[in-house]
């Protein structure tokens, strides 16, 4: 079974719509970190942000905004009055601790276009 | 500071041939991860190490073998290439600062097995 899921495979929006990509986690441990990395057609990937699992409180930087809730295991990342620079491929991403490494699962990414 | 360095950024193999994929970090981190991506696929981890001397295997080990002989170097080796190793490879360092812990990822070597 995946631990990370992300149904969107590929959503396109116009420039200035609002679009959420979904992520649903799976995990038993209590201790486990969730993150949104970005990947633009360049090809690197940028890491955007890290959620521990103690911490629900939503959070904003600038454009974009982070929803975790434990009680559906999700962690969806919208992206607010959307621009063509945002066009990229969005992996969310699990680690949890096995043995002393925190291992890192990532779902199958969305591809987000976004169109002038 | 450079972070994550990979070489060679693109390289092309023939079925059978062997070769080695170099990673190096510069911010002293402990852990480092190997990665490959595949279309509709996401990441999947290959070789991992704790430290120096020490390394395990991820997902998807089989075919690649790895050392981790410094701090700052951790190879990825290919012994006999296959068309199936064609892929994105990624390495990654991994930031540890108290229980928190964030990966930095190099730039992706593309490998194309023919």
């Known amino acids: 079974a995946q631990k990370v899921t992300q149904a969107q495979t590929e959503i396109s929006v116009v420039e200035k719509e609002d679009v959420t990509l979904d992520c649903v986690y799976e995990t038993r441990d209590t201790t486990y970190y969730l993150f949104w990395y970005k990947q633009p057609p360049s090809g690197e990937l940028v890491f955007l942000i890290r959620?521990?699992?103690?911490?629900?409180q939503n959070e904003i930087s600038g454009r974009y905004s982070w929803n975790f809730q434990k009680s559906t295991s999700s962690f969806n990342f919208t992206i607010t009055a959307s621009q063509v620079v945002d066009s990229a491929v969005y992996f969310c991403?699990?680690?949890?601790?096995?043995?002393?490494?925190?291992?890192?699962?990532f779902g199958s990414g969305t591809k987000l276009n976004v169109k002038p | 500071n450079a972070g994550v360095t990979q070489t060679p950024k693109f390289q092309v193999l023939k079925t059978g041939q062997s070769m080695t994929l170099q990673c190096a970090q510069d911010?002293?981190?402990?852990?480092m991860s190997w990665y490959r991506q595949d279309p509709g696929m996401g990441l999947r981890l290959i070789h991992y190490?704790?430290?120096?001397?020490?390394?395990d295997q991820g997902e998807v080990p089989n075919g690649y073998n790895v050392s981790r002989s410094t701090t700052e170097d951790f190879p990825l080796r290919l012994l006999s290439a296959a068309p199936s190793q064609t892929s994105v490879y990624f390495c990654a360092s991994n930031e540890v600062t108290g229980i928190m812990e964030t990966q930095y990822f190099g730039p992706g070597t593309r490998l194309l097995v023919l």
């Open positions: 991403a699990l680690s949890e601790a096995e043995g002393n490494f925190n291992k890192f699962y």
């Open positions: 911010m002293n981190h402990e852990y």
């Open positions: 190490s704790v430290g120096a001397g020490i390394t």
């Open positions: 959620r521990n699992s103690f911490d629900e």
